[in-house]
């Protein structure tokens, strides 16, 4: 009698210990939309906001998935100009507004950040002309860096593990930690967001979002 009882107990505590941890899995990854991973067009959005933004020299290099590192040389109406920091960028950038695109060219060899934080260097216009068409599919393929949309660090991200059914979390500092992030991730873990999060837009719009949803609408709005 007694070994019957043990064994009663102890089917009451499996089904009890399967139930909290098919409870835990659900609140992750249910139809309240909290969890993603790869594969959904949500994980695609945050990684895409997570990427590098290129687009504060696209005057330049006509392109948002590499930024030109400082410094570099452009020729620009016949004269050489040294580009050594981002205020010398906004006057190169606002005389190019005034002469024309066709008025600025680029001295090689430069070095480029692309958008994942890679940095290379580009020997001569073939090879820049290489990766600009590269991003221009990435554009059209819907991977290319969010430029209008910012996350506002820090955040905190939940790592639901299915195989082990337990659940970490990891503070995110920044951009640049959030792609390296999920490049790490594993098939085996579901991620969400510790609400709420702040996305910021140009000039000072912003919107809080309280839910997976309405962080996918905010980065939507203002899609490239």
């Known amino acids: 009698?007694?070994?019957?009882?043990?064994?009663?107990?102890?089917?009451?505590?499996?089904?009890?210990?399967?139930?909290?941890?098919?409870?835990?899995?659900?609140?992750?990854?249910?139809?309240?939309?909290?969890?993603?991973?790869?594969?959904?067009e949500f994980y695609t959005q945050v990684e895409r906001a997570s990427k590098k933004d290129g687009s504060a020299d696209d005057e330049i290099d006509d392109s948002p998935c590499f930024s030109l590192r400082f410094p570099f040389t452009v020729e620009l109406a016949g004269v050489e100009v040294k580009v050594s920091s981002a205020a010398d960028l906004e006057v190169v950038t606002e005389r190019i507004k005034e002469l024309g695109e066709d008025k600025i060219s680029l001295q090689f060899p430069v070095a480029v950040t692309l958008s994942n934080y890679e940095t290379v260097t580009i020997s001569g216009s073939q090879e820049f002309e290489e990766l600009q068409q590269s991003c221009r599919e990435d554009v059209e393929n819907?991977?290319?860096?969010?430029?209008?949309?910012?996350?506002?660090?820090?955040?905190?991200?939940?790592?639901?593990?299915?195989?082990?059914?337990?659940?970490?979390?990891?503070?995110?500092?920044?951009?640049?930690?959030?792609?390296?992030?999920?490049?790490?991730?594993?098939?085996?873990?579901v991620l969400s967001?510790?609400?709420?999060?702040?996305?910021?837009?140009?000039?000072?719009?912003?919107?809080?979002?309280?839910?997976?949803?309405e962080f996918s609408d905010a980065l939507k709005t203002c899609i490239n």
């Open 142 to 189: 819907g991977i290319s860096p969010i430029t209008c949309a910012k996350i506002q660090f820090p955040i905190k991200v939940f790592v639901y593990n299915i195989n082990t059914q337990q659940t970490n979390s990891a503070n995110i500092a920044n951009k640049q930690q959030l792609f390296t992030f999920l490049q790490n991730k594993e098939t085996y873990e």
């Open 1 to 40: 009698m007694k070994k019957i009882n043990k064994i009663v107990l102890l089917l009451i505590g499996s089904f009890m210990l399967g139930a909290c941890q098919q409870e835990e899995y659900e609140v992750l990854t249910g139809e309240n939309e909290t969890g993603f991973s790869e594969g959904s």
């Open 193 to 213: 967001f510790d609400y709420p999060i702040t996305i910021s837009y140009s000039g000072d719009a912003r919107v809080v979002v309280e839910s997976g949803k």
